[in-house]
């Protein structure tokens, strides 16, 4: 069983309990254009420090383990370039991404990150999928983040991605074999912002046509806004300027409990 990076819960806290699976791309170029790639930090740390500060138990895990890339525009050396998760006029980095950048416990947890096919007779409360634009790349093509997807959200427990994230969602089955996404309201990194930062023509596909394709109802906010949709278990948000937001949902969720509908 994979070691969990926990911290003791707050009194009246709920969710202590929680056992949160977070995968991240291994995916570290950026098509052909020359450019590293990888994890949007943010969309790691801001969620990783709501849920941890909370008293859950989180799981680190990437498509192939090991140490997970980190867009280098995501981080403070790098900020402020082009081809990002943001245009790189809006790409100010946020306190949660200084604090994972200097919290050895959480960057060891990241250098030795758990395979996903590692994880296929696992269970845990919820599942997230940060984004950054490695995420287009190797998510879609994980049968095994697929498959354990699938399976929690059949079982009725949160699936929450963010920004690019949602990739590892199109995949994604019930046991029926619908996709995750078919019938319900989600979002996603949109058309407008995967153009204006210069990426359409070089990722795999375009994220929301794809959503749209697979029978999601889109549902979509301003460029570079926080935007998130929650459609009973199923959490999705549209940019890393979201992240907190989806955070904030899947806590949510976890203090409702029960099982949610699919």
């Known amino acids: 069983m994979p070691r969990a990076l926990s911290r003791p819960a707050q009194k009246g806290n709920t969710m202590a309990a929680g056992r949160i699976l977070i995968v991240t791309t291994s995916h570290a170029d950026l098509g052909a254009t020359g450019h590293r790639t990888g994890v949007w930090l943010e969309e790691l740390a801001t969620p990783y420090y709501a849920l941890f500060d909370a008293g859950a138990a989180i799981i680190l895990a990437s498509i192939r383990g090991g140490s997970i890339p980190i867009d280098p525009r995501s981080i403070p050396a790098g900020a402020g370039q082009p081809r990002g998760e943001q245009p790189e006029g809006l790409q100010e980095v946020p306190a949660s991404v200084r ?62 991605a963010v920004c690019h994230g949602p990739a590892g969602l199109v995949a994604a089955k019930r046991r029926d074999g619908r996709a995750i996404v078919e019938g319900r309201r989600v979002n996603c990194f949109t058309n407008t912002e995967e153009k204006a930062v210069e990426l359409a023509e070089v990722v795999p596909f375009l994220l929301e046509d794809r959503m749209t394709e ?49």
Do not use: C
């Open 99 to 160: 604090r994972f950048l200097g919290d050895a416990k959480a960057m060891k947890a990241a250098r030795v990150s758990v395979p996903v096919d590692d994880l296929a007779d696992e269970h845990f409360d919820a599942v997230l999928l940060p984004g950054g634009h490695g995420a287009m790349w190797d998510m879609p093509a994980s049968r095994g983040l697929a498959r354990l997807v699938g399976r929690h959200f059949d079982m009725g427990k949160v699936v929450a």
């Open 214 to 262: 697979l029978g999601g109802k889109l549902e979509r906010g301003p460029d570079w806004h926080p935007y998130a949709v929650r459609d009973r278990n199923l959490i999705t948000g549209q940019n890393p300027q979201s992240s907190e937001l989806v955070a904030r949902h899947v806590l949510e969720a976890l203090r409702v409990g029960g099982r949610a509908a699919s």
